[in-house]
């Protein structure tokens, strides 16, 4: 594989079919279908629709997830194509465990100080938002300040969904 191209593969899942991206050494992207930020950051002319080992492990551990386990992920190595602070972000989005969920002003308050965290907040969001590794990198465990469902660029519905799914875990789940 040429050192600019990046290997594609299209997981379909409950919750609607996913473009997972790679570059071989590991998983740099995972987007729902139509959903906002959509490969953002690649040319679409240097995608290539290809299985290799990275595309292949992130199929397996989509399937565990769907299938109502906690898999691992640091078994996967993820390569997302993102600014310091938003990589800053995403290394804590991972701390969040399986199930529980952790507000804005709290993931803030952990990727800064206590003090400043107000003034990252909107910074962090943007972050969250952008994020490339959709359900790999739980952003849909970030709620509001109040708890509200707010922002995820694959939808509220899904969010919700996804959410409830963690609550009560099982493949019978996406049977309703």
Known sequence: MNAWMTNVQIYTSPLGQLLLASDGQGLSGCWFEG?????????KDDLVSQED??????KNWLDQ????????NKRLKFHPHVTAFRQNVL???????????????????????QQDSGKYA??????????????FIPCHRVLGS???LTGYAGGLT???????F???PSASFWEK
């Open 35 to 43: 959903q906002k930020y959509y490969a953002a950051g690649f040319n």
């Open 53 to 58: 080992q990275v595309l292949f492990q992130a």
């Open 65 to 72: 997830y769907f299938n109502g386990e906690d898999p691992d």
């Open 91 to 113: 290394d804590v989005l991972q701390s969040v465990p399986y199930g529980k969920v952790i507000t804005y002003q709290q993931l803030a308050a952990k990727v800064k100080s």
């Open 122 to 135: 909107r910074a962090v969001a943007g972050a969250v938002g952008h994020n490339p590794l959709s359900i």
């Open 146 to 148: 109040d708890g509200s």
């Open 158 to 164: 899904r969010k919700r969904t996804l959410l409830e």
């Open 166 to 168: 963690e609550q009560t």
